[in-house]
T-cell receptor, first 112, second 115 residues
Framework: SQQGEEDPQALSIQEGENATMNCSYKTSINNLQWYRQNSGRGLVHLILIRSNEREKHSGRLRVTLDTSKKSSSLLITASRAADTASYFCATASTGGGNKLTFGTGTQLKVEL | EAGVVQSPRYKIIEKKQPVAFWCNPISGHNTLYWYLQNLGQGPELLIRYENEEAVDDSQLPKDRFSAERLKGVDSTLKIQPAELGDSAVYLC?????????????FGPGTRLLVL
């Protein structure tokens, strides 16, 4: 079963614009992670934010976490055509050990 | 360092036939995961191994699916017999192990088509 839901399901922007994706989840968590999947490939880890963190940056990525609202957002600044991919949030629930539960994903298309 | 290796990359079979997928995790990773990914969906966990032990197989349809990780390194996932609804991508991932919610490293997946 999918833990999280991502919003929007699909997003199309122009190169250079910022892209924001949101993730909502249902249970208490140890951490939340974002992964990218290019068409026909496996998932690649982007960033991990712990439950006691509110914001984290990595290069052009900015992730926020609001545990009171059980939601997270991923911001990609100055997008490039190479950012075209599906983006998934994944949650590590409290007491879930090493299990990650993935959301339904946002398909991002960055056009030249 | 080599990543997670999966084979085959693609498989086409007729329904009721058996099929097997193989995964070799990153060297030194104790935890291995098999996921099922349907088109347009996120991965769903089938089974998780800590070394040789299957610690979470609650989502594995045990009437037709089986998995093994005999020496705590590589793993095989089998479907027998395959059904039309099994058409999907089967992803293998690994992580260091011993933690909670560790970063997972994914292989390229095996795309299965059941006719």
């Amino acid at each position: 079963s999918q833990q999280g839901e991502e919003d929007p399901q699909a997003l199309s922007i122009q190169e250079g614009e910022n892209a924001t994706m949101n993730c909502s989840y249902k249970t208490s968590i140890n951490n939340l992670q974002w992964y990218r999947q290019n068409s026909g490939r496996g998932l690649v880890h982007l960033i991990l934010i712990r439950s006691n963190e509110r914001e984290k940056h990595s290069g052009r990525l900015r992730v926020t976490l609001d545990t009171s609202k059980k939601s997270s957002s991923l911001l990609i600044t100055a997008s490039r055509a190479a950012d075209t991919a599906s983006y998934f949030c994944a949650t590590a629930s409290t007491g879930g050990g090493n299990k990650l539960t993935f959301g339904t994903g946002t398909q991002l298309k960055v056009e030249l | 360092e080599a990543g997670v290796v999966q084979s085959p990359r693609y498989k086409i079979i007729e329904k009721k036939q058996p099929v097997a997928f193989w995964c070799n995790p990153i060297s030194g990773h104790n935890t291995l995961y098999w996921y099922l990914q349907n088109l347009g969906q996120g991965p769903e966990l089938l089974i998780r191994y800590e070394n040789e032990e299957a610690v979470d197989d609650s989502q594995l349809p045990k009437d037709r699916f089986s998995a093994e990780r005999l020496k705590g390194v590589d793993s095989t996932l089998k479907i027998q017999p395959a059904e039309l609804g099994d058409s999907a991508v089967y992803l293998c991932a690994s992580s260091l192990g011993g933690g909670r919610g560790e970063t997972q490293y994914f292989g390229p997946g095996t795309r299965l088509l059941v006719l």
